[in-house]
C-alpha cells in the first residue's frame, strides 16, 4: 500500500509541476505581449492578445484536467485507508494511540 501511496505522489508532484511550467509559459507570453506591444501596431497587438487568450485557455483546461485527477487519487487514497482501517481494525487503533502519544510528547515550537 505504501509503494501506492509513494507513486501517488510522486504523479501528483509531476502533475503540480507541469502545472507550473503552464503558468510560467503564460506569464512569459504576458511579458512578451506587453513588449511587443509597445512598437506594435493595432493588428499585432490583436494578434498577440489571442495567442495569449488561447495559452490562458490551454492553462485553464490542464488545470481542470490536473484537478480532476488529484481529487480522483484523493478518493482512491481514501477509499484504500477505509479498506486498511477495516481490515485492520485493532492495527489502526494502536496506530493512532501511539502517533497521539508521540504527537502529545512534542510541544508545538510557535507556543508562546
Not at 8 to 28: G, H, P
Not at 88 to 94: D, E, F, L, M
Not at 95 to 101: D, E, F, K, P, S
Request: charged residues 30%; hydrophobic residues 35%; contains cysteine.
Amino acid at each position: 500500500m505504501s509503494t501506492r501511496i509513494k507513486s501517488n505522489i510522486k504523479s501528483v508532484k509531476k502533475s503540480r509541476d507541469q502545472l507550473v511550467d503552464d503558468f510560467k509559459r503564460v506569464v512569459e507570453d504576458l511579458h512578451d505581449l506587453t513588449e511587443e506591444s509597445k512598437n506594435a501596431s493595432g493588428a499585432a497587438i490583436q494578434e498577440g492578445y489571442d495567442a495569449v487568450q488561447e495559452n490562458i485557455k490551454e492553462g485553464m483546461h490542464a488545470m481542470h484536467d490536473i484537478g480532476g485527477k488529484i481529487a480522483d487519487r484523493a478518493g482512491r487514497w481514501k477509499t484504500s485507508a477505509g479498506e486498511c482501517i477495516s481490515n485492520h481494525p485493532w492495527r489502526s487503533i494502536a496506530i493512532a494511540a501511539v502517533a497521539g502519544l508521540l504527537l502529545d510528547r512534542f510541544p508545538p515550537h510557535n507556543r508562546r
